[in-house]
């Protein structure tokens, strides 16, 4: 049904440094979009753009297909965001702040609070002042007040922050039903790449501030091999038997203990014999896929902090 979110050569300046440098990024319906990068690669700033909080420097969006310009209004009505930390009246209980944020949006639906609260978990605590609350049981009420409108679009930066483990199966289970059954367009940056690899349908990797890769989940797992990894406390002499004995070439030394072998027609069983007939010592040798996160990491150079 075409692109949801829609940006072309997105830009913005502060105080002469540019933070957020070209991007062209495409948010398909009812897609998980997992938005990635190092701290302060640009992830927050596009999502303020995308929400007017503030103006770009150069370039446009496009919303539902409409282009957003500094007056827009309508269009987020349709919207529903978390941006950082959320803020609340923290004297309010969680009822009271959500029926504050409908009647600011003009939404007179008294069951939406309600259905809000139990989407999230969070109807035993209405009781209670949200002074009161956790940061995980605030993260979930956040999350209520983007659904309490039903939008048909949710931006969310760390939605998952301060939840325990508990509470992210809950919000991966509640972004999965969002987009499956309801057709909720979902545009989710995390820090944590695991919980994205789960949900995501499409990733896009932002590096100081230029978009790097923009790729569907499916074709990073057809192209991330498997691999066979073997640690050992030998690598020179190992790399020397595969090469020697098996007439493997096809595979990777890491540091000084890890070899990595991608050859798709030798077993892991031929392999470890040949080495224990060589007298190559062996701590483990096991079958694996690469992760979003080592391919993340590929993509920023490794040596950053991610956010």
């Known amino acids: 049904m075409g692109y949801v979110v829609s940006t072309r050569h997105l830009s913005k300046t502060f105080n002469g440094k540019e933070v957020v440098s070209g991007v062209s990024m495409n948010i398909s319906h009812g897609q998980i979009y997992g938005f990635l990068g190092p701290n302060g690669a640009g992830k927050t700033t596009l999502m303020k753009m995308l929400l007017n909080l503030i103006k770009p420097t150069s370039g446009e969006i496009e919303i539902f297909g409409e282009r957003l310009m500094p007056h827009s209004v309508e269009l987020f009505k349709r919207i529903g965001s ?26 007179h639906d ?25 940061l995980g049981m605030k993260q979930r ?9 039903k939008p048909e679009l949710l931006i969310l930066d760390e939605p998952i922050n301060g939840l325990d483990p508990v509470g992210i199966k809950d919000f991966r289970d509640l972004f999965q039903m969002l987009s499956k059954e309801y057709g909720i367009t979902l545009l ?11 949900v995501a349908d499409t990733i896009g990797i932002i590096q100081n501030g230029i978009l790097k890769e923009e790729v569907s989940m499916s074709d ?60 190559v010592a062996i701590e483990s040798i096991n079958h694996k896929r690469a992760s979003l996160e080592e391919y993340f990491m ?10």
Do not use: W
Request: aromatic share 8%.
């Open 82 to 107: 978390i941006i950082e930390y959320p803020i609340f009246y923290e004297k309010l209980t969680a009822k009271d702040n959500l029926e504050l944020h409908c009647e600011y949006m003009g939404l």
């Open 110 to 134: 008294k069951k939406a609070i309600g259905e809000a609260l139990e989407l999230v978990k969070l109807t035993a605590a209405d009781g209670k002042p949200v002074r009161e609350f956790s």
């Open 141 to 149: 009420l956040g999350m209520a007040r983007a659904l309490v409108t």
């Open 188 to 198: 989710i940056s995390s820090h944590l790449l695991s919980e994205i690899e789960q």
């Open 220 to 279: 990073l797992k057809n192209r991330n091999r498997d691999f066979i990894e073997i640690v050992t406390p030998d690598c020179r002499k190992a790399a020397f038997v595969l090469e020697n004995s098996l007439n493997i070439g096809n595979f990777k030394v890491i540091g000084d203990s890890v070899i990595r072998i991608y050859e798709q027609d030798v077993s892991q069983q031929e392999i470890s014999k040949a080495l224990i007939l060589n007298n």
């Open 298 to 307: 590929n993509q920023v150079g490794g040596g950053e902090k991610y956010a």
